[in-house]
DNA sequence: GAGATGATCTTA
DNA sequence: AAGATCATCTCC
């Protein structure tokens, strides 16, 4: 049985995960998202996209994340314990880090695991290339890029390919959304599963992570044309 | 297609 | 001074 097509009328019916989807290892978790829906809700009360209209959903599926451990991983912002910038991750899990980065991109994390039951805390997941679903259009206009009418995988993925780029996709800032709850149903950014099945999943060294280089806390969908950076062998 | 470089600014 | 990035340039 095909599953029904995921327009905007599909997508609005769709409910957060739990809580405790992220109440788990970093590790676990980044693998749980490949495959599930990242699906903004902007309007009138939104952060503006322009021309784009008063009410429309943004939607992509994840096809790439990291890991980071928090206080045990030398690779991640909370390893040096809590500051201004980082405090979401030390709250509890299924909230929203947004961060600045290299003076012209934010970066979209879901906190997870805070608490000391396994050993670390302050853990999360960076979300690093998503599969475009819903509001090419308008994700094209966030992104300031023209695509032809039907593009082809290779054009779309230039949309949302890379954490700076996914958040500009879907409008996603440090001020609009740091911190907000992903597991509220009110809220405009939540993370869905639509029942697709299970990816099959790679594993590898995280990207530009100079600090703990060794170990393979990236996950990708084997085969999508959507993961960031060059091709996979 | 692949590798190098500059932009730009927050954080420690 | 470095960084959980990206667009653009040059040269294969």
């Given at each position: 049985m095909p599953r029904p097509p995921l327009n905007s009328r599909a997508l609005a019916k769709l409910s957060p995960l739990p809580r405790s989807f992220y109440s788990r290892d970093p590790r676990l978790v980044a693998r749980g998202l490949l495959g599930k829906l990242l699906i903004r809700h902007v309007g009138p009360h939104s952060p503006s996209v322009g021309e784009c209209g008063n009410r429309l959903i943004l939607a992509g599926r994840i096809v790439e994340t990291e890991a980071y451990l928090g206080?045990?991983?030398?690779?991640?912002?909370?390893y040096r314990g809590q500051t201004a910038r980082n405090?979401?991750?030390?709250?509890?899990?299924?909230h929203a880090y947004v961060y600045f980065i290299y003076g012209n991109h934010y970066c979209t994390n879901v906190s997870c695991q805070?608490?000391?039951?396994?050993?670390?805390?302050a853990g999360c997941v960076l979300l690093r290339a998503l599969e475009p679903v819903c509001g090419i259009d308008e994700m094209s206009t966030l992104r300031g890029l023209t695509l032809p009418p039907n593009p082809k995988p290779s054009q779309l993925r230039?949309?949302?390919?890379?954490p700076g780029r996914l958040s500009q996709a879907l409008a996603i800032t440090r001020q609009h959304d740091?911190?907000?709850?992903?597991?509220?149903?009110?809220?405009?950014l939540i993370i869905a599963d639509d029942g697709s099945p299970a990816p099959s999943i790679l594993a590898t060294t995280r990207i530009?992570?100079?600090?703990?280089?060794?170990?393979?806390w990236r996950f990708v969908i084997i085969?999508?044309?959507?993961?960031?950076?060059k091709k996979l062998s």
């Open positions: 206080a045990i991983d030398p690779g991640a912002h909370a405090a979401v991750l030390f709250g509890p899990p299924g805070p608490t000391e039951n396994v050993g670390y805390v230039q949309l949302t390919s890379g740091n911190a907000k709850d992903f597991c509220s149903p009110a809220s405009d530009n992570v100079t600090r703990a280089p060794l170990d393979e085969g999508s044309p959507y993961v960031s950076g």
